[in-house]
């Protein structure tokens, strides 16, 4: 498969699997943007990742309507384009905040996860 100069966002793309997966395509070729929601992650994910190809990041919470349109219209005007759309979401963790946090039970936890994959993927097909 040939993906030279297409372009691509991979969310949760400043660590683990997603991380690997915008390696993978920067190798290939792909210019990638890379989302997540702690600017300083995707700085340093962005820093390391530039030796590879062209990689930009966008600050985003998938769960925001707005702001996901806001990430697809970055991308293609920063990128020319928008090709593939790798939809690797999570529920947000509150082991990074101070603040107390709402229990959430896991179906509903599934669902949250779902409706902002289908929000992302929606926005990316008009």
Avoid: W
Wanted: charged share 25%; aromatic share 2%.
């Amino acid at each position: 498969m040939n993906l030279k100069n297409k372009t691509a966002i991979v969310t949760g793309g400043t660590k683990g699997i997603g991380r690997a997966i915008a390696e993978a395509l920067l190798r290939e070729g792909v210019s990638v943007c890379i989302s997540a929601r702690i600017s300083s992650e995707i700085d340093d994910a962005v820093k390391s990742l530039t030796s590879l190809g062209q990689v930009i990041g966008f600050k985003v919470d998938v769960r925001v309507y707005e702001q996901v349109k806001a990430l697809i219209d970055h991308t293609v005007n920063k990128l020319s384009g928008l090709d593939i759309l790798i939809n690797n979401l999570a529920l947000a963790s509150s082991r990074r905040s101070s603040k107390p946090r709402r229990k959430i039970s896991a179906p509903c936890s599934k669902r949250i996860s779902s409706a902002s994959s289908i929000a992302v993927t929606r926005r990316f097909l008009k």
